[in-house]
C-alpha cells in the first residue's frame, strides 16, 4: 500500500483506529441519555442528534487522473455517501455499515480469479492498483428504491481487469462474488439474503468502457461501509449491481444467479437497468430523489439507462427490457 | 389497588399523555431545524411519523384487553385520545407523502397509489381513518347509538392493512413489523379468547 496511498499529517495511526474516546463518547452518550429521562428533561444532545461522528482512518489516494466524466454533476456530499448505505453485511438499516464497519479490515485482500480463463491465479489488492492507472470517474447512481447520488469514485476500467484475467472463449458472463465472513461482518450469520452476496455482467457490459472498479471516492481509499477495497461501478445500472468487497472473479457460459434474483425474481432481474418506463412492484422508477437537497427537494426524473444511454444502448438492441428488467 | 381516578385526575392525565404524545413531532421539527434528518430526510419524516402512528394505534387497541386482563375500566376514557394521536400522525405521515414526497403531483400520487400495492393499503387505511376520526366525540357516539360500535369496528381492519403497508414496504429484513404484527396479534388475540369464552358460558 505504501506505494500508492500517502498519509495525511493530522491522519492517525493504523493502531487507533476507533479510538477508545469513541467508544467513551458512546458510553457518554447513553449514560446523559438515561439521566435526562430520569430527570424528565430530554436535552438537547442525545435525543436530539443522530448524527454520531465516527472517527475513522481516512486515507488519500496518491496518484490518480481526472477524467471528464459527470464533471458538470454537483456531487453528493461525502457525509451522505457513507453513512447512507445499502450493505446488508453489516446491517440493513441505511445507517448501519457506517457504525458496524468500522473495525473492518480490507488488507491484507487477494481477488480469486477463476472459470473460464486461460489459468485460474489470485492478484493482491496491491497488484490491482497496478493494473492500470486510477482516475476519477463522476457517476450517477440510481438505487432501485428510488434515490440516486452522484458520486466521485477512483478506479479503473473493469476492461483492464479483464484482459489481465485472460478468459477464454467459453467466458460469456462474469460473476462477482463479495466476502462473507461471520467474524466481521457481523449480519452475515443472519439469512437475510444468500450469502455470498453474488452480482453478475454480460461480457461485453463488463467490458464497457463506463465499468469500473473502485478502489475509493473523494480521491480517499474506498471507505469500508461503500465496498472496501474493491467494488464494482455500473452508472447504467441500479445500485444493487456493485458489488463491494470483492473476493472473486468467477467467468461463466451461463447467466449467473445473482443473490438478488433469488430473493426476488419478480422484482429484480439479471439486467437490472435503469428505466424509468419498467416500474419495480414497491417503487416508482420513474423519479427519482436526489439524496443532499435536504428537506424540501422535488424529485428529479429517471432517465433511461440512468442517462448513459448514448453509451450503452447499443448493447440491448433487439432485447425486450420490459421482460429482461 | 389503587382507586380509580377522578374526572380531574383524568383530565390532567389526558393533558400530560398529549405533551408527551408531541415529542416525536417536536423531535423531527428540532431535527430539522439543525438539517441532521440523515441522508434522505424525507423518507425520515415518513418512517418517523408513520411509526408513531402505528405505535398509537396499537396504544388504542389495548385499552380492551387491559380491562378482560385485569378487570380496569377507567382507562377506556383515554381510548378515543390515542385514537385521535393516532389520526394526528396519520395526517401528517399523509401530508409528509402528499407533499415532500410528491409535492402534490396529483397524478404521481394517483400512479404510485393505484400502482404500488403497499401504498394502496396505506392509503385505504388512511382514508378508514377518516369517519372514526370524525365520530369519535361524545356527540357523534351518542347520535349513532348501536351503529358507532360498528363502524369503530373497522380500527381492526386498519390495523390489519396497517401492518400489511409496513410488511411489504420492508425490502428484506422484516423484523420490525414482525414485531408490531407480533404485538397486534396479541391484542387481538385476547379479545378472541375472551369473546370465546363468554360464549362457551352461554352455551
Not at chain 2, 400495492?117 to 385505504?124: A, D, H, N, T, Y
Not at chain 2, 425490502?171 to 375472551?194: Q, S
Amino acid at each position: 500500500m505504501a506505494l500508492i496511498v500517502t498519509r495525511r499529517a493530522s491522519d492517525s495511526l493504523s493502531s487507533e483506529i476507533t479510538p477508545p474516546h469513541v467508544f467513551h463518547n458512546r458510553r457518554d452518550f447513553i449514560k446523559t441519555a438515561g439521566l435526562s429521562l430520569l430527570a424528565g428533561a430530554a436535552t438537547a444532545s442525545g435525543l436530539f442528534s443522530i448524527n454520531a461522528e465516527a472517527a475513522v482512518q481516512r486515507q488519500k489516494i496518491a496518484g490518480f487522473s481526472k477524467s471528464s466524466y459527470g464533471a458538470d454533476e454537483k456531487l453528493t456530499p461525502y457525509e451522505d455517501v457513507t453513512t447512507y448505505n445499502n450493505y446488508y453485511e453489516f446491517g440493513t438499516g441505511k445507517n448501519d455499515p457506517a457504525h458496524e464497519a468500522l473495525l473492518f479490515k480490507p488488507t491484507p485482500w487477494t481477488v480469486s480469479i477463476e472459470g473460464a480463463v486461460k489459468k485460474a491465479k489470485q492478484i493482491s489488492i496491491e497488484d490491482i492498483f497496478k493494473i492500470a492507472p486510477l482516475q476519477e470517474r463522476i457517476y450517477r447512481m440510481r438505487c432501485v428504491e428510488g434515490w440516486s447520488m452522484v458520486i466521485p469514485w477512483v478506479g479503473f476500467p473493469l476492461a483492464d481487469l479483464i484482459k489481465c484475467a485472460e478468459p477464454t472463449g467459453n467466458a460469456k458472463y462474469v460473476e462477482f462474488i463479495s466476502l462473507a465472513d461471520e467474524r466481521s461482518m457481523p449480519r452475515v450469520r443472519v439469512p437475510i439474503l444468500d450469502w455470498p452476496y453474488t452480482e453478475g455482467l454480460r461480457m461485453d457490459e463488463a467490458m464497457n468502457p463506463l465499468t469500473i472498479m473502485a478502489v475509493g471516492l473523494y480521491g480517499e481509499m474506498l471507505p469500508n461501509q461503500n465496498g472496501a477495497p474493491m467494488r464494482l461501478v455500473v452508472p447504467w445500472k441500479y445500485g444493487f449491481k456493485g458489488a463491494k468487497a470483492i473476493v472473486k472473479i468467477r467467468f461463466t457460459d451461463k447467466m449467473p444467479q445473482t443473490t438478488w434474483m433469488k430473493a426476488g425474481p419478480n422484482e429484480y432481474g439479471f439486467y437490472a437497468n435503469v428505466n424509468p418506463e419498467v416500474d419495480h412492484p414497491r417503487w416508482t422508477q420513474s423519479s427519482e430523489r436526489r439524496i443532499g437537497g435536504g428537506l424540501f427537494s422535488p424529485r428529479i426524473k429517471t432517465k433511461m439507462f440512468n442517462g448513459y444511454a448514448e453509451q450503452v444502448a447499443q448493447l440491448y438492441t433487439g432485447m425486450d427490457l420490459r421482460k429482461n428488467y | 389497588m389503587l382507586p380509580a381516578p377522578s374526572k380531574k385526575q383524568i383530565f390532567w392525565l389526558k393533558g400530560v399523555i398529549i405533551a408527551i404524545a408531541m415529542i416525536p413531532l417536536i423531535r423531527l421539527f428540532i431535527l430539522g431545524w439543525q438539517d441532521s434528518l440523515g441522508a434522505n430526510p424525507i423518507q425520515f419524516v415518513e418512517h418517523s411519523t408513520g411509526t408513531w402512528a402505528l405505535v398509537m394505534l396499537l396504544i388504542t387497541l389495548s385499552m380492551t384487553p387491559i380491562r378482560l386482563l385485569t378487570g380496569l375500566t377507567w382507562q377506556i376514557q383515554l381510548r378515543g385520545m390515542f385514537g385521535l394521536l393516532m389520526f394526528f400522525y396519520v395526517c401528517l405521515h399523509f401530508l409528509a407523502y402528499i407533499w415532500l414526497d410528491f409535492w402534490f403531483v396529483w397524478e404521481d400520487i394517483a400512479y404510485d397509489i393505484g400502482k404500488h400495492p403497499f401504498v394502496l393499503v396505506g392509503f385505504s387505511a388512511f382514508v378508514l381513518t377518516i369517519p372514526l376520526a370524525f365520530t369519535s366525540n361524545n356527540f357523534m357516539m351518542r347520535r349513532l347509538k348501536g351503529r358507532w360500535k360498528t363502524l369503530h369496528r373497522l380500527v381492526y381492519i386498519i390495523a390489519i392493512l396497517v401492518i400489511m403497508h409496513f410488511w411489504w414496504l420492508v425490502k428484506k429484513d422484516i423484523t420490525e413489523p414482525f414485531i408490531y404484527a407480533t404485538v397486534l396479534a396479541m391484542l387481538l388475540g385476547i379479545r378472541i379468547y375472551f369473546n370465546y369464552k363468554k360464549i362457551l358460558k352461554k352455551a
